[in-house]
């Protein structure tokens, strides 16, 4: 069985939290021996590496930093095999980030036989999060609430805690209604003064604790990543290496697995609240709390000014159980009404034998809170009908603080009169909130803008109600929330708004509405979510959406043609895609296509079909299906430009794929000259500025690169780069970086490709095609500069991934395997380049075509094989048959021409002076494929695919 490492082995660095990581996933896959996991990773098809027990046996005494591919191997098969249900997909992407932050610092020496899974040579550390500013307090812990007493002994157990040695998770666990909350309130109201940073993270869902983490982040002056989850990675990192003084509280946390990768593991204090008892053991120092003891009961009412008897107030205790949910709104309501406690004991008796006649328990916590909301909310509906109904509708939403501001949004809802009428006023909405808070069934906040239902209060209000009254006042909520939705999720200017909405639309139901209109909100927050860069809860709510849609109306569903069904499964497979699940991704649009196409209600002209095909042709040109890309993008093109007119955005953002399937098909004149009449169309009626004009820029940009323009590329590039979006911004970033690589700059080269590499590993993950774009151009531009060992390591990373993610005959893959061979020969490795260039010469000429600036690009690499193992006569005809090639295609004002050329009279013996002269007059006297080629050395040439 592989050993652990011997306590105090492993530090407290990322290689330590690495090494943690991957022995907590070994205990949770019942500790099984290195043999037995080597075994299982070579007798699986999907893996894409096979590890030795020697290395995984090193690997978890932590003896280095394994290469990547290996981790993922083991990984994979230890989450497969854990007995928590570990979901190998989320642990990959957990691992890989812990593998980035490790992936610095001295190589290890290593035994011979490992030493090759291990990683020798680092790249750049990752540039740090920005650092916090100190000495402003950083707060949005809402205030506690005005009456307070008891607790004091857990009080002082709470503060030894959490200001000791270990400092700890510490939490707060206990049933709905007994003061969790109220009790970490008031550990923050006493103790403020101590901290930098206190903030409050709603956290029974994972979205609610994502959100409010990000929000900190903004607070603390963190660059957002396009990945929210990245953003909150990046807000925990920059909390644990902080010195700042910070204490985060997680309220009402329902699963701990769920929480795990949200909490700091080291620098300063958490507090977790919770129902779930399974926080009891999952959390570093856990209190139960209870029910108040009689005497707190006692004394909390005398803190409320409740001069009742002593006798009347321990009666009125013992009926309510000592719950201090309970306690709390029954002197709310005594010191709203004036009433004798003496005349709520009856009430209370009378309400609670007609509760007990229709079956609750006597002295159940359920029969409690039923019997003191059911005599409040009587009261309460005997004075004011409205208030009664704004409490019915705060019952359907969910247990957050809800802004009077969001309900007077939805004030042109048709909502039942008279609440209908007092959302139009916000100092009416004001009244009847204060009306609920008097009567102790609501808390208000925020300065009275702020209106909260504890979730017991609302279910039992819920259950008050007839199944009539209750199916009313769920779609007065929908269509509430339905006139509040700002729509253009994809305005960033709205998701202050759509975020505020969303846990409400979930929480009421709102995916089963009757209401159309709040089905439509629901779709406008599947996309909202997918923006923000949540991409798993945008593919959690999109998959519930389309499944209950799509079903037929009878059975609660809009049928799969119904546009909201469509756009919806769009949505999805937009998250899948980011997600990294490409091929579930495209088989969902596949299928919605067809089904526009063939729908009498949409046909291939509707906007819906047309917006579906471009996400099609994105997917052939993933797939390298680029002719079949390129029919359905002029097909779509000639419809807009029939319908709209060319130079309506529509038409122009068709065109411009129309230039990125030229490009890939290797023609980049063709492509340049419909981007320079496309820039010019949008800079006159949109302006240079607009983003879609940069888009169209940038595309222009690689068809200078495509063409050797290497100089003009990067200098347009500089001048137009995107300031908003982020996918944008990496494009335009591996634009300038292949330029400067290619124009012969390398230092600045390697500076730029390194920045978009770990950017895009952190934006969008380890599987991402935009960061596998970056890994080539990383692996090209370190081969460039000489780091031919750090070149490998990334070459073969971006290769395996192509390899699992796309399959081994798609051209990126392709691409990568050549670049893999150019490294490999630079090493000296000729046997495995010549071995890998031979079948991928065969493959990419069946692919591409013969005349593809790949195949002949890889044609330059094999000829190189074939030279250096005295294949001469082989070498020469398939340089003579590559020259040719690349004068039809490429021209004589292309340097790869030149570069074949040179090897090509290398390889007759023949002189290189007008090969090297026509480079020197393309590239400058000083490029290094020019000295090369004077030098008589033999050259080599890459692929840089241009984006899809």
């Known amino acids: 069985m592989a050993r652990a490492p011997k306590p105090g082995i492993v530090g407290d660095g990322p290689l330590g939290d690495l090494l943690r990581g991957l022995h907590e996933l070994h205990r949770a896959a019942g500790k099984p021996g290195a043999r037995r996991i080597s075994a299982a990773i070579r007798d699986r098809g999907d893996m894409p590496d096979t590890v030795s027990h020697e290395t995984i046996g090193a690997m978890l005494r932590g003896s280095g930093l394994p290469k990547w591919v290996k981790v993922e191997c083991v990984v994979r098969q230890l989450a497969d095999w854990s007995v928590t249900g570990h979901d190998a997909d989320q642990e990959i992407r957990r691992f890989h980030q812990l593998w980035l932050a490790a992936d610095d610092g001295p190589a290890p020496d290593l035994p011979a036989r490992v030493r090759n899974d291990f990683v020798a040579s680092h790249r750049p550390a990752p540039p740090a999060v920005p650092p916090v500013a100190s000495g402003a307090v950083v707060n949005n812990v809402p205030g506690p609430a005005p009456h307070f007493t008891g607790r004091q002994e857990l009080l002082t157990q709470m503060r030894a805690v959490l200001t000791g040695p270990a400092r700890m998770p510490m939490s707060l666990v206990g049933l709905g209604g007994v003061g969790k909350t109220q009790l970490a309130l008031q550990y923050v109201a006493r103790w403020a003064a101590e901290y930098d940073v206190l903030w409050w993270v709603p956290a029974e869902q994972p979205s609610q604790a994502i959100a409010a983490l990000a929000a900190l982040g903004d607070q603390l002056g963190i660059i957002p990543a396009n990945d929210m989850r990245q953003t909150v990675r990046d807000v925990l990192t920059a909390l644990e290496e902080s010195a700042l003084r910070w204490l985060l509280i997680y309220d009402n946390a329902d699963q701990p697995a769920d929480l795990a990768s949200f909490v700091p593991a080291v620098g300063g204090q958490v507090i977790i609240t919770s129902r779930n008892y399974a926080w009891a053991s999952a959390a570093g120092t856990p209190f139960s709390v209870g029910v108040f003891s009689r005497p707190e009961s006692i004394a909390f009412m005398r803190e409320w000014g409740v001069t009742a008897p002593a006798d009347d107030c321990d009666m009125l205790a013992g009926q309510l159980g000592d719950l201090p949910l309970a306690v709390d709104q029954v002197c709310a309501m005594q010191a709203a009404t004036g009433m004798p406690l003496g005349e709520y004991l009856r009430l209370f008796a009378e309400h609670l034998e007609e509760l007990l006649a229709a079956g609750l328990r006597p002295g159940s916590r359920t029969t409690t809170v039923t019997t003191f909301v059911s005599v409040a909310a009587g009261r309460l509906r005997a004075e004011s009908v409205a208030a009664a109904q704004l409490l019915?509708?705060?019952?359907?939403?969910?247990?957050?603080?809800?802004?009077?501001?969001?309900?007077?949004?939805?004030?042109?809802?048709?909502?039942?009169?008279?609440?209908?009428?007092?959302?139009?006023?916000?100092?009416?909405?004001?009244?009847?909130?204060?009306?609920?808070?008097?009567?102790?069934?609501?808390?208000?906040?925020?300065?009275?803008?702020?209106?909260?239902?504890?979730?017991?209060?609302?279910?039992?209000?819920?259950?008050?109600?007839?199944?009539?009254?209750?199916?009313?006042?769920?779609?007065?909520?929908?269509?509430?929330?339905?006139?509040?939705?700002?729509?253009?999720?994809?305005?960033?200017?709205?998701?202050?708004?759509h975020g505020e909405i969303g846990p409400h639309l979930i929480s009421s139901g709102a995916l089963r509405s009757a209401d159309i209109a709040a089905r439509?909100?629901?779709?406008?927050?599947?996309?909202?979510?997918?923006?923000?860069?949540?991409?798993?809860?945008?593919?959690?709510?999109?998959?519930?959406?389309?499944?209950?849609?799509?079903?037929?109306?009878?059975?609660?569903?809009?049928g799969p043609e119904h546009k909201l069904t469509v756009r919806a499964t769009r949505h999805l497979a937009n998250a899948l895609r980011s997600l990294g699940s490409y091929d579930e991704s495209r088989g969902m649009i596949v299928e919605l296509l067809k089904v526009l196409r063939a729908s009498g209600e949409f046909g291939p002209d509707h906007p819906d079909t047309l917006a579906t095909a471009r996400v099609l042709a994105f997917y052939l040109r993933l797939a390298g299906e680029y002719r079949q890309a390129l029919d359905e993008d002029r097909r779509t093109a000639e419809v807009l430009r029939r319908l709209h007119g060319p130079q309506d955005t529509r038409t122009t953002d068709a065109v411009g794929n129309l230039t990125?399937?030229?490009?890939?098909?290797?023609?980049?004149?063709?492509?340049?000259?419909?981007?320079?009449?496309?820039?010019?169309?949008?800079?006159?009626?949109?302006?240079?500025?607009?983003?879609?004009?940069?888009?169209?820029?940038?595309?222009?940009?690689?068809?200078?690169?495509?063409?050797?323009?290497?100089?003009?590329?990067?200098?347009?590039?500089?001048?137009?780069?995107?300031?908003?979006?982020?996918?944008?911004?990496?494009?335009?970033?591996?634009?300038?970086?292949?330029?400067?690589?290619?124009?012969?700059?390398?230092?600045?080269?390697?500076?730029?490709?390194?920045?978009?590499?770990?950017?895009?590993?952190?934006?969008?993950?380890?599987?991402?095609?935009?960061?596998?774009?970056?890994?080539?151009?990383?692996?090209?531009?370190?081969?460039?500069?000489?780091?031919?060992?750090?070149?490998?390591?990334?070459?073969?990373?971006?290769?395996?991934?192509?390899?699992?993610?796309?399959?081994?005959?798609?051209?990126?893959?392709?691409?990568?395997?050549?670049?893999?061979?150019?490294?490999?020969?630079?090493?000296?490795?000729?046997?495995?380049?010549?071995?890998?260039?031979e079948l991928t010469y065969e493959q990419t000429a069946r692919t591409l075509g013969p005349d593809h600036p790949h195949t002949l690009i890889t044609a330059i690499g094999l000829a190189n094989d074939l030279a250096h193992h005295h294949l001469e006569k082989d070498a020469v005809d398939l340089g003579e048959a590559t020259v040719e090639r690349f004068l039809r295609v490429r021209g004589e004002e292309h340097p790869e021409t030149w570069v074949c050329a040179a090897n090509l009279a290398l390889d007759r013996g023949e002189s290189r002076r007008e090969a090297a002269g026509r480079l020197a007059g393309l590239l400058g006297d000083e490029h290094p494929d020019a000295r090369a080629a004077l030098a008589g050395r033999r050259l080599e040439c890459d692929i840089e695919p241009p984006p899809t």
């Open 520 to 558: 439509a909100a629901v779709l406008d927050q599947i996309r909202y979510l997918e923006r923000i860069g949540d991409f798993e809860a945008s593919a959690e709510l999109g998959r519930s959406a389309v499944e209950v849609w799509r079903a037929d109306p009878a059975d609660g569903g809009l």
């Open 392 to 497: 019915e509708v705060l019952a359907f939403m969910a247990p957050l603080p809800v802004s009077l501001s969001l309900l007077h949004r939805g004030r042109d809802a048709d909502v039942t009169l008279p609440l209908g009428r007092v959302l139009y006023r916000t100092d009416d909405l004001r009244k009847q909130a204060e009306h609920l808070g008097r009567y102790g069934l609501v808390q208000l906040g925020g300065d009275g803008e702020q209106i909260q239902m504890h979730r017991l209060v609302q279910l039992m209000v819920r259950d008050g109600l007839s199944e009539k009254d209750a199916g009313l006042r769920r779609l007065d909520v929908h269509r509430l929330l339905a006139a509040a939705d700002p729509r253009d999720p994809d305005d960033s200017r709205t998701w202050t708004q």
């Open 660 to 837: 990125i399937n030229l490009r890939l098909l290797g023609d980049p004149g063709a492509a340049l000259e419909l981007d320079e009449k496309l820039v010019g169309t949008l800079s006159r009626s949109i302006g240079a500025e607009d983003e879609r004009t940069r888009v169209a820029v940038r595309n222009q940009v690689w068809d200078l690169l495509g063409l050797a323009r290497f100089d003009a590329a990067v200098d347009l590039q500089r001048q137009h780069m995107s300031r908003r979006n982020a996918g944008d911004i990496a494009l335009a970033r591996r634009a300038v970086a292949v330029g400067l690589r290619k124009s012969g700059r390398f230092g600045e080269a390697l500076q730029t490709s390194a920045d978009d590499y770990r950017t895009c590993q952190s934006r969008y993950g380890p599987d991402h095609h935009l960061t596998l774009a970056s890994i080539m151009t990383y692996a090209n531009t370190l081969r460039a500069v000489g780091d031919a060992l750090g070149a490998r390591r990334l070459a073969t990373e971006a290769l395996d991934r192509y390899r699992r993610l796309f399959g081994p005959r798609n051209p990126l893959t392709l691409a990568a395997s050549t670049n893999l061979a150019v490294v490999l020969r630079a090493l000296g490795q000729w046997r495995e380049a010549y071995n890998i260039d």
